[in-house]
């Protein structure tokens, strides 16, 4: 069996506003959460407590991609302007 190989060079990656996206998506996670705790006893009579469980776990699991974002973003901006402060100097 042959190895595939690509026949063109893949694209830039996309960069977009990642921290305000990811924020938002944590955000509505927990909302989600929220909106739905009043009605536990509805989800455990069905054996939907799960739902909810999940909406928790989405935003912990946001918070923990909020941070990583966040560092991800400021790691960028010191390279590009270590990159930059190199091209001054020259």
Do not use: N
Request: include cysteine; proline fraction near 6%; charged fraction near 20%.
């Amino acid at each position: 069996m042959a190895k595939w190989t690509p026949k063109h060079a893949a694209p830039e990656p996309l960069e977009g506003p990642v921290v305000a996206t990811i924020t938002g998506g944590t955000i509505l996670w927990f909302v989600l959460f929220l909106v739905q705790v009043p009605f536990y006893g509805w989800y455990e009579d069905h054996d939907l407590t799960w739902w909810i469980w999940t909406c928790l776990a989405g935003g912990g699991l946001g918070l923990i991609g909020v941070w990583y974002v966040r560092k991800r973003d400021a790691a960028i901006k010191r390279a590009e302007a270590a990159r930059s402060e190199t091209k001054h100097a020259e």
